[in-house]
Nanobody, 113 residues
Framework: EVQLVQSGDELRTPGASVKISCETS????????IDWVRHDPGQGLEWMGQ????????KYAQKFQGRVTFTADASTRTAYVHLNSLSAQDAAVYYC??????WGQGTQVTVSS
């Protein structure tokens, strides 16, 4: 059974950064890309990009380029997203997904001063 378990909800102040983890199990970690997607009521669902855990290559949506970093650790089967320079517009639920078929439970990021 494929499972993706994300780290807990986060509260940050504007200008800070956040790092979310996504621990996977139930499949060969390096066989599938991991996508990161976020959802907020105002913007809807936004695809942030993806990482290939096999070689660490990444693709970022233009909107997030320069502000987001994806990493993947094959030894722990865990993927990470790091987003810096947070603003109120970054408040959302962040999801990791494998093959856009299996999803983590979501991590709420709140940005407030």
């Amino acid at each position: 059974e494929v499972q993706l378990v994300q780290s807990g909800d986060e509260l940050r102040t504007p200008g800070a950064s956040v790092k979310i983890s996504c621990e996977t199990s139930g499949y060969t970690f390096t066989d599938y890309y991991i996508d990161w997607v976020r959802h907020d009521p105002g913007q809807g669902l936004e695809w942030m990009g993806q990482i290939d855990p096999e070689d660490g290559s990444t693709k970022y949506a233009q909107k997030f380029q320069g502000r987001v970093t994806f990493t993947a650790d094959a030894s722990t089967r865990t993927a990470y997203v790091h987003l810096n320079s947070l603003s109120a517009q970054d408040a959302a639920v962040y999801y990791c997904a494998v093959n856009l078929q299996y999803w983590g439970q979501g991590t709420q990021v709140t940005v407030s001063s």
